[in-house]
């Protein structure tokens, strides 16, 4: 069984910094794209960064640009979300997943092309 667990959210203030892991298992997580969407409450789900399986390229949301970084530890099985400088407007639940399909080589920004998800973790920053 496919699975997907993330952790490290919670409160912070604006301007501070969070750091949430995925841990995968029941699949070989090295040959999958794997990307890190948040939602907040009456807004749909996007995409906020998502990387390469082999980590040749990253994709930012213009809206993380500069503040976010997404890396992944092939050998862990997980991969991260280093936020700094966080605004209030980041807070949200957010959910890593895999890319349904093995060794893709575009990375994909539609949440529709992810099949596993993280049961999600809920960032909150207060102003």
């Known amino acids: 069984q496919v699975q997907l667990v993330e952790s490290g959210g919670g409160l912070v203030q604006a301007g501070g910094s969070l750091r949430l892991s995925c841990a995968a298992s029941g699949r070989t997580f090295s040959r999958y794209n794997m990307g890190w969407f948040r939602q907040a409450p009456g807004k749909e789900r996007e995409v906020v960064a998502c990387?390469?399986?082999?980590?040749?390229?990253?994709y930012y949301a213009d809206s993380v640009k500069g503040r976010f970084t997404i890396s992944r530890d092939n050998a862990k099985n997980t991969v991260y979300l280093q936020m700094s400088s966080l605004k209030p407007e980041d807070t949200a639940v957010y959910y890593c997943?895999?890319?349904?399909?093995?060794?893709?080589?575009?990375?994909?920004?539609?949440?529709?092309?992810?099949?596993?998800w993280g049961q999600g973790t809920q960032v909150t920053v207060s102003s």
């Open positions: 997943a895999s890319d349904q399909q093995e060794l893709r080589v575009a990375l994909q920004r539609d949440y529709r092309e992810y099949d596993v």
């Open positions: 990387m390469h399986w082999n980590s040749v390229s990253r």
